[in-house]
């Protein structure tokens, strides 16, 4: 089975624009969540989505946001992009959206803002 | 509330040696407790997990992880430590009442030296 694979991996915007980062899980898979990971705040959950359907979110901005199509792949949009946005953005699946799922990681897409 | 503290942010060992990495964690109601491996610009592999039952955890590479009820600890360990298990290690609880995502410790960057 293919993994959980994320494009682009690398992105590099300036201030102010907006970005749209996409994950595919893995095949079979209903659960996609997204993390971010930073030097200082570590791994931080941003949203999950399970058939479509935003489950639960983190605390982040409202710039932060997320949708997921039927075929379970989902995007992430960060609009009017800050400095502190630069990340490396970590997106998750889970077969069910269960307590007990492990969550499978994609590579990440690296992202900078100048 | 949960949290996951990994009291130390590096460890040193040397090849052939056994290693234990450090997890802590607080959770109002059932702990569902995972442990993750991440190399230089990769994602996070799974390495195990604890739901219930046994207490001593088998997972990949030789990995296993023993919990700890009274002592709310779940430390990772391997007998022989290799070269290439050098990497940044995180802990993970999912609280078995909450929400689904992941709440991550701050990660143990393990050195194995040759």
């Known amino acids: 089975k293919a993994g959980v694979t994320q494009t682009p991996r690398y992105l590099i915007k300036t201030r102010g624009q907006q970005v749209t980062l996409s994950c595919s899980p893995i095949?079979?898979?209903?659960?996609v969540s997204w993390y971010q990971q930073t030097p200082g705040q570590g791994l931080q959950f941003l949203f999950e989505?399970?058939?479509?359907?935003?489950?639960n979110k983190g605390n982040f901005p409202g710039r932060f946001s997320g949708r997921q199509f039927s075929n379970s792949r989902s995007e992430m949009n960060v609009s009017t992009l800050e400095l502190g946005d630069s990340a490396l953005y970590l997106c998750?699946?889970?077969?069910?959206?269960?307590?007990?799922?492990?969550?499978?990681f994609g590579p990440g897409t690296r992202l900078t803002v100048l | 509330a949960q949290s996951v503290a990994q009291p130390e942010d590096q460890v040193n060992v040397a090849e052939g040696n056994p290693l234990t990495v450090k997890c802590t964690y607080s959770?109002?109601?059932?702990?569902?407790l995972f442990w993750y491996v991440q190399y230089p610009n990769r994602g996070l592999q799974f390495l195990l997990k604890?739901?219930?039952?046994?207490?001593l955890v088998k997972g990949s590479y030789g990995f296993e992880a023993e919990f700890n009820k009274s002592q709310t600890s779940f430390h990772l360990k391997k007998p022989s430590a290799l070269v290439s298990d050098s990497a940044l290690y995180f802990c993970?609880?999912?609280?078995?009442?909450?929400?689904?995502?992941?709440?991550f410790g701050t990660g143990t960057r393990l050195t194995v030296i040759p």
């Open positions: 998750a699946s889970g077969s069910a959206g269960y307590m007990t799922d492990t969550q499978y």
């Open positions: 989505y399970f058939s479509e359907t935003q489950r």
């Open positions: 604890y739901i219930t039952g046994d207490n």
């Open positions: 095949s079979g898979h209903r659960s």
């Open positions: 959770v109002s109601g059932n702990p569902y």
């Open positions: 993970a609880v999912r609280e078995g009442t909450g929400a689904n995502n992941l709440f």
